[in-house]
């Protein structure tokens, strides 16, 4: 008999295909008469171009065609980003046309037969480029005489509001204490295995476009390359096979897209473009890089009683089409009281424009919202001599608080975030571990704990978007198709595009219960726009375990009750006596009187008026899931480090997450979301940085520059789980963000607490060794 798949720890259904070297990128695609494209990019983060020559490239060996802005206009209109009126948006081309506005601004793309010979002639592109001054610098770019980047804007200014929640004057007059800092949040990048690529193959009978491309939203990227394009939407397919992840680089319409697609269009001819690691490091997509002053109010006991955040937003040059940045800066002012008690809060948002990359979504995007409000629990604790834990503990909602909205208007309701930080803190044995701190320091050893407590909205509730002031419907429908073939296997079509996250398993899981069959007879089918249901955001804001899990077990249990209607019609049994099992229709309490399931796919196939009173053939359900509610994970994270005083090298020496996310589909997979966000988390503090330096000249476009942690960096993580009052029904909720959101927080709480006794506060997520050893120096700290 077939065990019951959700639960359960199976195998991963793709790693046959993936970890054999069988998977399909868009790089294993061939397809003939193939040009190959590359981009002539400026060498200077601002500009004005005088002149582009083009005719030694042309006469270039197997040069086909050599673009520029003007000639690409013919097929492909300027970009336009939409955002909320107080956000100033520039239009721009896929291709820089007067001005260069960043490093690796594409001027011009050489089209030829292999991409040797493409590179080869685009480096006879001659470019006659007028330096400007750039800026590269969030304070420099807001000063008056700061160099415009878009001068049409008037400013680099291009938002600022205020929001006001509460009374936080009254707050901070009756406060006990006051705390002031700046916390500042470094550029770094997404750096997916694959980078960014397309393949764009007309339509022989005119005017439409195959677009292969490795993207997280399929149906959003054709929605806007055709309206770009001005390609009709039904002549405009978009696949995506195999992607060697993503962490929200590849959310948005990127010119590069447009580009390619716009040049096969004018040469009639496949084009493929396949981004190598300087530009995807350059040009790719960056993010987080933020600042947050804070000033808070703190009650006599530590309480915390009123905050007022100033947060600056460096967007880069061109902002995301498809992602308005002030969505970052919205959702971190909606979600920072996260699970803490707080009723008066004021957040100014300020979004800067400078000559940088685009800032781009990456892995959960709000993260600066847990890293500073920790940072600022951990500063209040310190301020009054007490411990971080206690001044959590003073703060934190309890179980009598929910449901609850928060000051911003979230609706908070199924977790407790006390059962998770309860758990996690009585795991690491703090008593036991201050003991052993406190031996370390009188041998020169330095030893830290931190902890961090993370809300991740999972999928998103709508009660966050009101708060984020988006007035369009919430986008938490999703729908799914199941389909018995004829042979008694199953397909599903899934909206979902995974990149990493293993939907190809968990939904198979989930269908394969349903209808009683094995994971093997169970086929997932994404990521293409003619196959699959529309939805905008594709994979993204770790929707898939509650919203894709919600519509595949409803279109399979439509066809369940479809398969048992044909077979109480085959059998003569009422469909109440019925049930699937092992591939087969049984009579309960009598196995053996039985019909296959491949027999009623093939005579709902053959016999359509079998399964359908109006004829049509074949059994095919759908189905829309709507999580009217929304839904929360919530976790704890706490390590423990110890710090070389030497080298400024941490070594983590105990890493815990203690989570909930509801009903568990496969442990395997979760824990593996988890882990892999942390090991990111604590990449994004030790080593990645996306640096420049003050005119917008960027400086670490190699693996040699842009340190990413490997497997010797990463300590072993701990994950356990808890899970509070089980809905029943779908109580599965997401996990992709959470990982990466909890350790900095956690990590940069443990480095502080090491060097606490010297005086040293954390206020840079950033803490390579050198920072480490700027700390101890600044502090004056002598080795003994």
Not at 12 to 40: K, N, S, W
Not at 238 to 263: H, N, P
Not at 688 to 705: H, I, K, N, P, V
Not at 739 to 750: D, E, H, Q, R
Request: contains cysteine; glycine residues 10%; negative net charge.
């Amino acid at each position: 008999m077939v065990a019951r798949l959700t639960g359960t720890s199976v195998h991963r259904v793709e790693d046959p295909r993936i970890l054999t070297g069988r998977g399909r990128y868009i790089d294993d695609l061939a397809v003939p008469d193939t040009v190959q494209a590359a981009f002539v990019r400026s060498p200077f983060p601002h500009a004005r171009v005088l002149g582009i020559d083009v005719s030694d490239a042309l006469a270039g060996p197997g040069v086909v065609a050599v673009l520029t802005a003007d000639d690409l206009a013919r097929v492909a209109a300027d970009l336009k980003p939409a955002g909320p009126a107080d956000l100033r948006l520039p239009v721009f081309g896929a291709l820089a046309r007067d001005v260069v506005r960043l490093v690796g601004d594409p001027v011009a793309v050489v089209l030829a037969e292999s991409r040797a010979l493409a590179e080869d002639a685009a480096e006879l592109v001659e470019v006659d480029y007028d330096p400007l001054p750039g800026v590269g610098d969030m304070d420099r770019a807001m000063e008056p005489d700061a160099p415009l980047v878009f001068a049409e804007l008037g400013t680099n200014v291009v938002h600022r509001s205020t929001h006001r929640y509460g009374d936080t004057e009254r707050a901070f007059d009756g406060a006990a204490h006051v705390v002031r800092e700046r916390f500042v949040q470094h550029r770094h990048a997404n750096v997916p295995m694959e980078g960014r690529g397309i393949l764009a193959v007309p339509d022989p009978s005119g005017g439409g476009l195959d677009v292969h491309t490795s993207h997280q939203s399929p149906h959003a990227l054709r929605m806007h390359l055709a309206d770009v394009l001005g390609v009709p939407g039904h002549a405009l397919r978009v696949r995506c096979g195999d992607i060697g992840g993503a962490f929200g680089q590849k959310s948005g319409l990127a010119r590069e897209d447009v580009a390619v697609a716009g040049a096969a269009l004018l040469v009639g001819r496949p084009v493929a473009w396949i981004e190598d690691r300087v530009e995807n490091l350059t040009v790719g997509g960056q993010a987080r890089e933020e600042r947050l002053d804070v000033e808070a109010a703190v009650g006599p006991d530590g309480e915390l009683r009123g905050l007022r955040v100033r947060m600056v937003l460096d967007q880069g040059a061109y902002p995301q089409v498809g992602f308005p940045t002030t969505g970052y800066t919205s959702i971190v002012r909606a979600l920072l009281p996260a699970a803490y008690r707080l009723e008066h809060f004021d957040f100014e948002a300020v979004v800067v424009t400078t000559n940088k990359a685009t800032y781009v979504p990456y892995r959960g995007p709000w993260e600066v919202e847990t890293w500073v409000r920790e940072r600022v629990l951990d500063v209040i604790a310190r301020q009054m001599g007490v411990e971080p834990v206690a001044v959590r503990e003073r703060n934190l909602l309890t179980p009598a608080s929910f449901p609850t909205t928060s000051c911003t208007g979230v609706e908070l309701q199924g977790f407790d975030p006390r059962r998770t930080f309860d758990d996690a803190v009585a795991a690491m044995d703090l008593p036991a571990f201050r003991d052993a701190q406190a031996e370390a320091r009188a041998e020169g050893r330095l030893l830290g704990f931190g902890l961090a407590n993370v809300v991740e909205p999972a999928p998103v509730p709508p009660s966050l978007i009101r708060a984020m002031g988006i007035m369009a419907a919430p986008r938490t429908v999703q729908e799914a198709r199941s389909r018995l073939e004829p042979d008694g296997t199953v397909t599903v079509f899934t909206s979902q595009q995974p990149h990493g996250q293993s939907h190809e398993t968990t939904l198979a899981q989930l269908a394969a219960d349903e209808l009683g069959i094995a994971l093997d007879r169970v086929r997932v089918v994404h990521g293409d726009t003619m196959l699959t249901p529309f939805n905008l955001v594709g994979t993204g804001g770790s929707r898939a375990a509650t919203l894709a899990s919600g519509a595949v077990v409803g279109a399979a249990r439509a066809v369940r009750e479809r398969v048992l209607h044909v077979a109480s019609e085959l059998m003569e049994i009422s469909p109440g006596d019925l049930e699937l099992v092992d591939g087969a229709v049984v009579a309960r309490g009598a196995p053996s009187v039985r019909t296959e399931l491949a027999e009623i796919g093939r005579l709902a196939h053959l016999r359509p008026g079998l399964a359908n009173a109006d004829g049509r053939p074949g059994i095919e359900e759908s189905a829309t899931f709507d999580s009217a509610e929304g839904t929360w994970s919530v976790a704890t994270h706490a390590c423990t480090v110890e710090v070389d005083p030497v080298t400024g090298l941490v070594q983590i020496l105990r890493y815990l997450v203690v989570g909930d996310c509801g009903a568990v589909i496969n442990p395997a997979v979760v824990d593996g979301q988890v882990r892999g966000g942390v090991a990111q988390g604590i990449g994004a503090v030790l080593l990645e940085r996306s640096a420049y330096d003050d005119d917008g000249q960027y400086l670490a476009s190699t693996f040699m520059d842009y340190l990413l942690p490997t497997t010797t960096d990463i300590p072993s993580i701990e994950v356990r789980h808890v899970h509070h009052e089980p809905t029943g029904g779908i109580d599965y909720r997401g996990v992709g963000e959470g990982g990466a959101i909890g350790a900095p927080a956690a990590l940069t709480s443990a480095i502080e607490d090491s060097l606490a006794h010297l005086g040293v506060r954390v206020l840079d997520q950033h803490l390579p060794p050198n920072r480490i050893v700027e700390l101890l120096d600044d502090a004056g700290y002598e080795l003994g």
